[in-house]
């Protein structure tokens, strides 16, 4: 099948450049050398395609979103931070596999990366984040772990 769009990420973060291409059906084929640049094409491709969508997730579960939407969500921001993972971040990192800690790490490394390039001005910033007149937040690693419970794992029946 021939793809519509090819990227071919060259990022100092990779062992090799890493190629995402999508098809006509807008799904991502990526292409890497290793399972670390394939978390992170997938970082950057998420954050390419829907990074208003999770920046919004973030702050809302990390409690965050009247940093970007005012004092009328200080309410809400206090009721998310009563339910952040409060455990020891460090051993829930490995209690999804041995090779968790090195997948969020890439995953957001590849979030990062993106944000970085509409920083640079290689690529625009998504319209939502210039209508509301805020900027996407960088991301860490933790953040995947606190927040595993706002979205980015129990929406798979609004998704499909």
Same mark, same amino acid.
């Given at each position: 099948?021939?793809?519509?769009?090819?990227?071919?990420?060259?990022?100092?973060?990779?062992?090799?450049?890493?190629?995402?291409?999508?098809?006509?059906?807008?799904?991502?084929?990526?292409?890497?050398?290793? *399972?670390?640049?394939?978390?992170?094409?997938?970082?950057?491709?998420?954050?390419?395609?829907?990074?208003?969508?999770?920046?919004?997730?973030?702050?809302?579960?990390?409690?965050?979103?009247?940093?970007?939407?005012?004092?009328?969500?200080?309410?809400?921001?206090?009721?998310?931070?009563?339910?952040?993972?409060?455990?020891?971040?460090?051993?829930?990192?490995?209690?999804?596999?041995?090779?968790?800690?090195?997948?969020? *790490?890439?995953?957001?490394?590849?979030?990062?990366?993106?944000?970085?390039?509409?920083?640079?001005?290689?690529?625009?910033?998504?319209?939502?984040?210039?209508?509301?007149?805020?900027?996407?937040?960088?991301?860490?690693? *933790?953040?995947?772990?606190?927040?595993?419970?706002?979205?980015?794992?129990?929406?798979?029946?609004?998704?499909?």
């Amino acid at each position: 099948q021939t793809p519509i769009e090819t990227t071919v990420l060259t990022a100092k973060q990779l062992s090799a450049p890493a190629k995402i291409q999508i098809d006509k059906f807008g799904i991502a084929h990526i292409t890497a050398r290793s *399972d670390s640049d394939v978390y992170f094409a997938q970082g950057f491709n998420i954050a390419r395609e829907r990074l208003w969508q999770i920046d919004l997730w973030r702050r809302k579960g990390l409690g965050l979103l009247s940093q970007a939407f005012g004092p009328a969500f200080i309410e809400q921001d206090k009721a998310s931070r009563l339910f952040l993972f409060r455990g020891n971040i460090a051993h829930e990192r490995w209690q999804y596999g041995f090779n968790a800690p090195t997948a969020i *790490d890439s995953f957001v490394a590849g979030i990062n990366y993106y944000i970085e390039q509409i920083q640079a001005g290689n690529v625009p910033l998504p319209p939502e984040f210039t209508l509301l007149q805020y900027q996407p937040l960088t991301w860490h690693a *933790d953040d995947i772990l606190k927040i595993r419970s706002h979205g980015l794992s129990r929406n798979v029946n609004s998704e499909v």
